[in-house]
Nanobody
Framework: QVQVVESGGGLVQSGGSLTLSCAVS????????MSWYRQAPGKERELVAT????????KYSESVKGRFTISRGDTLNTATLQMNTLRPEDTAVYYC?????????WGQGTQVSVSS
């Protein structure tokens, strides 16, 4: 059974940094892509960043471009999201999404809170 586990959330002051990590278990092949989404209270879930695990190419939402960096981990089917210059509006639950052969798998989410 495929499981997705996030870690690294927490509380940070505006302008600070956090690193989120995502790891997949129960699957030994290579996923197609790994992404981070976030959902703030009262808002829809939005895509933050994606890394394509084969070639390593990435894409970002405009709201985080230049501040966040997604990368593949050294271990297969792991990824990190380095978040710099955090803003209060980045406060949300962050979810890791993994695309395996066209099927989506989600983690349970990790809270990121940015105080002003």
């Amino acid at each position: 059974q495929v499981q997705v586990v996030e870690s690294g959330g927490g509380l940070v002051q505006s302008g600070g940094s956090l690193t989120l990590s995502c790891a997949v278990s129960g699957f030994t092949g290579r996923s197609n892509s790994m992404s981070w989404y976030r959902q703030a209270p009262g808002k829809e879930r939005e895509l933050v960043a994606t890394v394509y695990t084969g070639g390593g190419s990435t894409k970002y939402s405009e709201s985080v471009k230049g501040r966040f960096t997604i990368s593949r981990g050294d271990t297969l089917n792991t990824a990190t999201l380095q978040m710099n210059t955090l803003r209060p509006e980045d406060t949300a639950v962050y979810y890791c999404n993994v695309d395996i052969w066209g099927n989506d798998y989600w983690g349970q989410g990790t809270q990121v809170s940015v105080s002003s």
